[in-house]
């Protein structure tokens, strides 16, 4: 990968829907090797997708926690239980396994605090080996990128 294909990941992170002529425009190259460029990284998976940013808001699931969460075993196969089962939550955006002193740290958005309430007493605490949670109420979003410092 080189400065040229640095940039076409750039303008792409600013703007997924930035036309081939506009993105190779912006990197000095013609139209016909930029898009090489562009399908050349979507094959070797540096591009993994094209999404659209949502407004948590307008779709009621501004309320955002942290929940630190440790589990009473960390054999790998609770934890691939743990994983599995976690992935099927549409409630937890995102879902890090943490080296220290807890295991997991999940990322859960709701309408309130009430649906939260729900869903921490149906569906985290009854994720496979789920001995304690932390829940750490977010006041407001400083920062929350979408996109990789190149």
Do not use: W
Request: proline share 3%.
């Amino acid at each position: 990968m080189d400065r040229i294909d640095l940039k076409i990941l750039a303008e792409l992170q600013n703007d997924a829907r930035l036309s081939v002529v506009e993105i190779s425009r912006r990197v000095g190259l013609t139209k016909t090797p930029c898009a090489e460029r562009i399908r050349r990284l979507e094959k070797s998976g540096v591009i993994r997708g094209y999404h659209a940013e949502l407004d948590p808001d307008a779709l009621n699931v501004g309320h955002v926690v942290m929940v630190q969460v440790l589990l009473s075993s960390t054999t790998g196969h609770d934890l691939k239980r743990f994983n599995e089962a976690a992935r099927e939550i549409p409630e937890i955006e995102s879902c890090h396994m943490i080296a220290g002193d807890f295991d997991y740290l999940l990322k859960v958005r709701t309408r309130d605090i009430a649906a939260y309430r729900e869903v921490m007493g149906d569906k985290i605490s009854a994720l496979p080996c789920v001995r304690q949670t932390h829940t750490y109420v977010v006041m407001e979003m400083v920062k929350d990128a979408h996109t990789l410092p190149l």
